[in-house]
């Protein structure tokens, strides 16, 4: 658990998107529209195409006329009937075919299986992102297929929504003239959570339909609202039941055609649009606000700048904007880091060797929690939030009330800031049931234990559950770097041990690391994944090991900040390269916030278990000598006033000082002048090093793992693609090399491992798959 309250902090001051877009008659042209001989093209190169616009290149569309003239046009590409290029060159024949048929009198254009669309295919970015030769580009589809034949259609549009209709989902919805929803379809333009702005005329259409506001916010959050409140902002017309969602559409588009209903074009609307001068209040501020909180990121401010050239200079001005805007951004590390990072958080479910023996997990009811303190009151917390059964042991009644208490407080802080009911409060409280023995055991499906880190106690809890659990009983415990086989020694059925790492507050943190050992089986970790994706998490399946992943990943983290303070730099100054870096904050105010009592006893554990890697110092016991405990005791590396802000202490010369000559170093000019991209590499080199023997040893399956793990867990900037992801974007040479540098000059901590070396040789990538242990089974 030494990370757990870390972690917390850490992932809400990430602020990464874990995890917030003219009627005129058609004629088509040949000649003046090259989008159309890019179609044309693209259509006799289909089968080439088809490779390389990635796994969704299968979509289509599909159109039905019936007897009222309303041509219905279904998108078809599961599983989220993403735009894949296929899609939209369907949907564009569709479209043509609509308009030219005298049969047809009005579209509606819908989603197969209860999905209208989410959006454009991330796995063909690949595609605009480019490769040789002539790369369709998102204008085309943008001004020449969705505002002039879509929007501008003599045939009244309406989309009929199910399901979500995210991003270009939403754009191509919002090009339709007008919309009927479900009252629970997701509708939003998530873009910028993949390091891009809206591509398909959100930022210019969304403004004219729910107002400047509301449109920046769902755009710069990427959060996306529910059919009932898309309805209240008029983002949608009309709000129905999924089984007459068809019906009803087709009607409202009728009804458009007789000019019983308006015949809206999004694009040129400006009832919603806020004068000049409150617009350009309101962008000053969200820049203001973007700056403050995004200061790395460019596509926040690109994404304002280009809602304000369509309010400033008109739409069509804006779809310019918001097109050039997009291809830029399109090539920017930050998109390239996030979309690995979306793919990336998917893949954790795909486990080698255990998920793909087609194990259906078995139905988990009911869950015994064994201790009701921070963690064992959090996990509770996040099961009866999602239905699950609990039973909550402690030692006494004193602390079996404190525990149920803490899960009410979760609970009642949902409440007050609106995010839950009084009634789901009701039922959820109603889940959890608190006992003083083993008595409810017998019929439970999983336990997790969640006691103090200690080992003989964790013994004797795992013969008691082995004793009073069923025998088809999953058998959890909560460590965050206790060895579960010495966990297990005294049971017999170890295939039944499994490592569920929460990080904490447990319901509110979204990573959930499964440690497995090499009994553990494989059902039982398909069963774990199954709760964590029912709880909402990201599971993470990592192999067992001191620290385990994330935490031993990370443990360097701070051992170099300290190294470097005892040669000379400057804490502060490290603390805020780290933060300029996108860490939500640096080393020493970390260290603070966890307290120096468990900074020393995870560090004590590394050193046990990794002591010739490990930088020992005698700085934070010093400093513990003296009540500095870090800002539980207001006094650490930094002091606290009452209201927790943080000031340098003063003191602090003194105690690096002294740890200097107890570790027998002295400063070296070179490092009192480190400039900050220095900083940041000695700080996170030895971090990538350890993340190599991770991989190497085969405690994760692949290195995206640990980038979904480390920007989770540790809050590592996500729009940097996390830990190996960076790594690799400055080369195994490059790291391979410095590391070796600082080991010659500063010691063991710093000497790159064999599997760093190997990359460097070849030339190779860290993530590259191969030549790295079996997965730890
Ligand atoms: C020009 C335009 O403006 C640009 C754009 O439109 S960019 C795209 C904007 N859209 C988005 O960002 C939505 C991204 N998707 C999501 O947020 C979520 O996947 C979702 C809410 C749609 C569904 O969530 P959920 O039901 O939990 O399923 P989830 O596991 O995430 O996705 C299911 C599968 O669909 C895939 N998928 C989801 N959205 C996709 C998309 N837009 N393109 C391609 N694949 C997509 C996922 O990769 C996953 O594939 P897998 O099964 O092989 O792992």
Redesign the pocket.
Known sequence: MCHALLVTILHNWNGHFCHS?PPLLFIFSYKKFPFRRFILEKQNSRNTERGKM???AKGRTVMEVGTDGVAIITIINP??N???FDVLFSLRDSYEQALRRDDVKAIVVTGAKG?FS????????GVLQGGKGEQPN?RN??IEMITDIFEAARKPAVAAIDG?A????L?VAMACHARISTPTA?LG???L??G?????G?TQRLPRLVGLSKALEMMLT?K?IKGQEAHSLGLVDAIVPPEELINTARRWALEILERRRPWVHSLHRTDKLESLAEARKIFNLARAQAKKQYPNLKHTIACIDAVETGVVSGPRAGLWKEAEE?QGLLHSDTCKSLIHI??AQ??T??VPGVTDLGLVPRQIKKVAIVGGGLMGSGIATALILSNYHVVLKEVNDKFLQAGIDRVRANLQSRVKKGNMTNEKFEKSISLLKGVLNYESFKDVDMVIEAVIENVSLKQQIFSDLEKYCPPHCMLATNTSTIDLELIGERIKSRDRIIGAHFFSPAHIMPLLEIVRTKHTAAQVIVDLLDVGKNIKKTPVVVGNCTGFAVNRMFFPYSQAAILLAEHGVDPYQIDRAISKFGMPMGPFRLCDLVGFGVAAATASQFVQAFPERTYKSMLIPLMQEDKNAGESTRKGFYVYDKNRKAGPNPELKKYIEKARNSSGVSVDPKLTKLPEKDIVEMIFFPVVNEACRVLAEGIAVKAADLDIAGVMGMGFPSYRGGLMFWADSLGSNYIYSRLEEWSKQYGGFFKPCGYLAERAVQGATLSAPGGHAKPRM
């Open positions: 877009l990635g796994s969704n599983p989220v993403s735009l894949s999905k989410g959006g454009f295919d991330i796995t063909a970015f998102v589809i943008s979500l995210l991003g270009g989902g754009e997701q333009l998530p873009e959570q993949l891009i702005i809206p591509g398909f959100g990427s996306p997009f979306f793919f998917r893949s479910t795909k």
